[in-house]
């Protein structure tokens, strides 16, 4: 009796909500419409339309045709992927090495939904803090969690057991590696600015003192923010550019190059497999994008609108209740998440891909030294303005 | 022997590619921009927008038998078509047009005249090579059928999709 009274029933509640929440109702719907609006979108940027057409395929349980009541503008696609991706046959290759073979898969996709459990989406909701893991060492969680993903890949092109998919793999192993050093280097001095590894707590002191890439958004910014503004910038530019190379994105696509390269790490895998890499792939971006916005962009804060708990904001905004305030901060940090993804997909469809010899160049000889000055140079104005 | 590439010297903004990141940004934006708004065109959405009312005279679509205004069939089983066609689409049997006919003068018809419209290439090389102006290429282009059978056109459809033409060189007037 006792030993049932002391397990946390409520917190062992609110946290399986907020992990379904945020797993199946948030980010896996959001996964399959950012490979739709990737479709969308680099079609219009290339004078054309994407797909706009698609039904609802009940056709597969035998109706005549597939639904579309009134026009869907092709929303439906991503349901119609999903369905091919189920149905698809599964082939497995004789030669490859079996035990790798089905591992590499879950190891791409499993680093990237580990990780959003450390990420603040929304301030509070009835209480309750709205981050699945709010541990005090988010921001080193994220980084190594995020560092698990590589051994997908490598997998992935050792097991394949085949020339392309192993020349992907090779490029890709090194080029994460390489990029996961000035990643980590550059969001030092958000750290020593917010003086938390906590992910909370560094979107709370954003609330407080303004966005740290925009601090005119928050609070008056004195000359202090103004200055510390420069580090930002080139940590917010060094940090976007190693989480591009981090999700294998164009411009630093060589990993799965299409043109040179078959398909890449993922050639030898069909249907439920290649769909785990595929949304693997956006997976990381979106929490990629999440991060950046949590580090850079202040999280759920906007200015004027309440927290969760009927803090902050605009005076006469008091009289709505707190909860719903809640739920906007939810909705304020999904629509940056939203904005940064455009700007991945924008930024695909707009820049050549780097050639490995300036790939490696890049990591190891401009980012990393870019972002070690950077932290000395933040240092110091922190170190002298106080 | 080593050689070396003599490459451009970069100035200072092109070393550090971020300008020219942020102008390519723009000009994709701007493509973005002009297709929302709609000031782009170059899009037909099929199945709602056809240009079957304006297309260019020239369009090779469906080839197709013609027949002129006294009622004759103006393929005379030559089989010229038959052997310059590509793809070897079309079968021909000739036969002898009878003795008591009113055209007995051309002596000679088709008994079995047979397009494949899945080999057919819509090349027109048909028309271009017919001497006496029978095989004409019309602006129907989206043949299907279910079966292969279906897409074997014969002599009876071939006439049907290709009517009655006027105006054509008469080379059997009695007369002469």
Redesign the interface.
């Known amino acids: 009796m006792d030993f049932i009274s002391s397990i946390p029933w409520e917190l062992i509640a609110w946290s399986l909500a907020k992990t379904i929440f945020l797993i199946f109702i948030v980010v896996l719907p959001m996964v399959s419409y950012t490979v739709y609006a990737e479709r969308r979108?680099s079609a219009?940027?290339?004078?054309?339309?994407g797909p706009?057409r698609t039904g609802m395929p009940i056709s597969l349980l035998g109706a005549k045709k597939d639904w579309q009541p009134f026009s869907l503008g092709g929303l439906g696609q991503p349901i119609a992927d999903a369905v091919k991706f189920l149905l698809k046959e599964d082939f497995v290759p004789a030669h490859v090495n079996t035990i790798y073979f089905w591992m590499a898969p879950c190891l791409a996709m499993m680093p990237a939904l580990i990780t959003l459990a450390a990420i603040p989406f929304g301030s509070e909701f009835f209480g309750n803090k709205m981050v699945v893991a709010d541990i005090n060492v988010g921001l080193l969680f994220m980084f190594a969690i995020s560092s698990i993903g590589v051994f997908g890949i490598v997998l992935a092109g050792w097991s394949s057991n085949s020339k392309y998919p192993f020349l992907g793999s090779i490029r890709s192993t090194s080029q994460m590696i390489s990029y996961e050093l000035s990643m980590g280097l550059s969001a030092v001095p958000v750290l020593l600015i917010c003086g938390s590894t906590s992910l909370g707590h560094i979107v709370d002191y954003q609330g407080q003192h303004g966005w740290l890439l925009a601090p005119f958004m928050g609070a008056m910014p004195g000359a202090r923010e103004i200055l510390l503004w420069i580090p930002v910038l080139i940590a917010f530019?060094t940090f976007s550019i190693s989480m591009f190379a981090e999700t294998n994105r164009l411009p630093f696509d060589l990993p799965e190059s299409e043109q040179e390269l078959v398909a890449g790490y993922h050639t030898e895998y069909s249907s439920m497999k290649f769909a785990l890499f595929f949304l693997g792939e956006y997976t990381a971006m979106i929490a990629g994008s999440a991060l950046v916005v949590v580090l850079f962009f202040g999280g759920w804060h906007l200015p004027g609108v309440p927290d969760g708990a009927g803090h902050g904001g605009l005076a006469f905004l008091h009289i709505i209740p707190a909860w719903i305030w809640g739920l906007v901060n939810i909705g304020v940090f999904l629509a940056k998440v939203v904005v940064l993804l455009f700007i991945f997909i924008?930024?695909r469809?707009?820049?050549p891909r780097f050639r490995y010899d300036q790939l490696m160049k890049l990591g190891w000889l401009y980012l990393f030294e870019i972002a070690l000055v950077n932290i000395f140079l933040t240092a110091g104005i922190l170190a002298f303005t106080k | 022997m080593a050689y070396v590439v003599p490459r451009p010297n970069l100035t200072w903004k092109e070393k550090i590619y971020?300008p020219s990141?942020v102008a390519?940004?723009f000009?994709?934006?701007k493509?973005?921009k002009q297709?929302?708004s709609g000031q782009?065109k170059?899009?037909m959405?099929y199945p709602e927008e056809k240009w079957d009312s304006h297309m260019p005279d020239h369009y090779r679509g469906a080839p197709t038998l013609v027949k002129d205004e006294h009622g004759r069939e103006r393929c005379v089983a030559c089989q010229l078509c038959e052997f310059i066609c590509p793809p070897r689409a079309i079968t021909i049997k000739p036969e002898e047009i009878p003795a008591e006919s009113k055209f007995a003068k051309v002596e000679k018809r088709p008994k079995e005249f047979e397009i494949d419209m899945i080999r057919c290439i819509y090349c027109g090389l048909c028309e271009e090579v017919c001497p006496e102006q029978a095989i004409f290429l019309r602006k129907d282009y989206a043949i299907t059928g279910t079966t292969r059978a279906e897409m074997k056109h014969d002599k009876a459809k071939l006439y049907e999709l290709g009517g009655v033409m006027d105006g054509l060189v008469n080379k059997w007037n009695p007369k002469k």
């Open positions: 979108v219009l940027i290339q004078d054309r339309l706009n530019i924008w930024v469809w707009t820049l | 971020l990141i390519g940004l000009i994709t934006i493509h973005l297709m929302l782009t170059v899009v959405q």
